[in-house]
């Protein structure tokens, strides 16, 4: 555990993939409801298992659902929307203004933007 997880991260998927056989043996990800792929997704990118996301872990788990999305992006762009983003789920999310993301917290944000790329799509209507 160290902080600069977020230049280590290009192998996600992998670590994904793996983590997600590990927990689940090998699973049929189609045959997962929503509710439990978005369980599975928060409990990977809790890497230190606090139950909690902070800010570094929402950052990687951003970085990993819009990881197509973002590829046109230059690394710069890319983290600076992502901080952006972080920074925007923290301030909206967080209700208890911890500055943590509890599980509740994080499913009430999935309920309220349907998926990370509605805050992508707004943030590029905004810097247009
Ligand atoms: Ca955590
Ligand atoms: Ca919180």
Do not use: W
Not at 57 to 78: G, Y
Request: hydrophobic letters at 30%; aromatic letters at 8%; a negative charge.
């Amino acid at each position: 555990m160290n902080s600069t997880q977020i230049g280590k991260c290009n192998c996600a998927e992998n670590h994904i993939e793996k983590e997600l056989k590990h927990y689940l043996g090998e699973p049929n990800i189609d045959e997962l409801s929503v509710e439990e792929l978005q369980f599975y997704y928060f409990t990977l990118h809790d890497f230190d298992k606090n139950t909690l996301l902070d800010g570094l872990e929402i950052i990687t788990a951003l970085e990993d659902s819009l990881e197509e999305t973002l590829e046109s992006f230059s690394t710069e762009e890319m983290m600076k929307l992502l901080i952006e983003m972080t920074d925007e789920v923290l301030e909206k999310d967080d209700i208890d203004k911890d500055g943590y993301l509890s599980y509740y917290e994080y499913m009430h944000s999935q309920n309220r933007t349907a998926s990370p790329t509605t805050i992508l799509e707004k943030s590029s209507k905004e810097k247009v």
